[in-house]
T-cell receptor
Framework: AQTVTQSQPEMSVQEAETVTLSCTYD???????LFWYKQPPSRQMILVIR??????QNATENRFSVNFQKAAKSFSLKISDSQLGDAAMYFC???????????FGKGTLLTVNP | DAGVIQSPRHEVTEMGQEVTLRCKPI?????LFWYRQTMMRGLELLIY????????DSGMPEDRFSAKMPNASFSTLKIQPSEPRDSAVYFC???????????FGSGTRLTVV
């Protein structure tokens, strides 16, 4: 079974600084997709960024980018120019090529200090 | 597009009572998922449907839990009888086919006392 591990239960960053959240996963599949979701205090789950495993180029969405290391099974999220609104729980998630189920990590709580 | 709509947003019930959670997926989405979120276990997939048909219910914790999708625009998750350990946030999510992320509803916070 696929597993997703987020080793940092909590992280903090100063406003306008950069922070990187870590994620590793375990799979025997060659075709899969990786995601980062944000969950603010409102508890709404918001898709931040998506990466296809067959693409070597790292995905970017404005201030959010990933560092995808397929051989190491690592998928970290970098947030640049952190803003107070970035404070949330961040979940890394895996979707295998053989089904559409999302498997989530336990999450990292990000605090942004003014 | 109103997104995935869940009701109620909060539910408080007494142990032993029946609880029904409701979900309306995004029109045109052919997959629907029910997740449960707790501090201890994180986000767990309970069951998912494709074109209204249950595909995988291996995450349903016990026979007390049941889910239905009578049509493409409505699904329910029922717990009967409810127990305090069922207290959690229950999310519904939907998606179109292909490897895209889900769109989640805002969740139902269930408290069983």
């Amino acid at each position: 079974a696929q597993t997703v591990t987020q080793s940092q239960p909590e992280m903090s960053v100063q406003e306008a600084e950069t922070v990187t959240l870590s994620c590793t996963y375990d799979t025997s599949e060659s075709d899969y997709y990786l995601f980062w979701y944000k969950q603010p205090p409102s508890r709404q789950m918001i898709l931040v960024i998506r990466q296809e495993a067959y693409k070597q180029q790292n995905a970017t969405e404005n201030r959010f980018s990933v560092n995808f290391q397929k051989a190491a099974k690592s998928f970290s999220l970098k947030i640049s120019d952190s803003q107070l609104g970035d404070a949330a729980m961040y979940f890394c998630a895996y979707m295998g090529g053989s089904n559409y189920k999302l498997t989530f990590g336990k999450g990292t709580l990000l605090t942004v200090n003014p | 597009d109103a997104g995935v709509i869940q009701s109620p947003r909060h539910e408080v019930t007494e142990m032993g009572q029946e609880v029904t959670l409701r979900c309306k997926p995004i029109s045109g989405h052919d997959y629907l998922f029910w997740y449960r979120q707790t501090m201890m276990r994180g986000l767990e997939l309970l069951i998912y449907f494709n074109n209204n048909v249950p595909i995988d219910d291996s995450g349903m914790p016990e026979d007390r839990f049941s889910a239905k999708m009578p049509n493409a625009s409505f699904s329910t998750l029922k717990i009967q009888p409810s127990e305090p350990r069922d207290s959690a946030v229950y999310f519904c999510a939907s998606r179109v086919g292909g490897y895209y992320g889900y769109t989640f509803g805002s969740g139902t916070r269930l408290t069983v006392v």
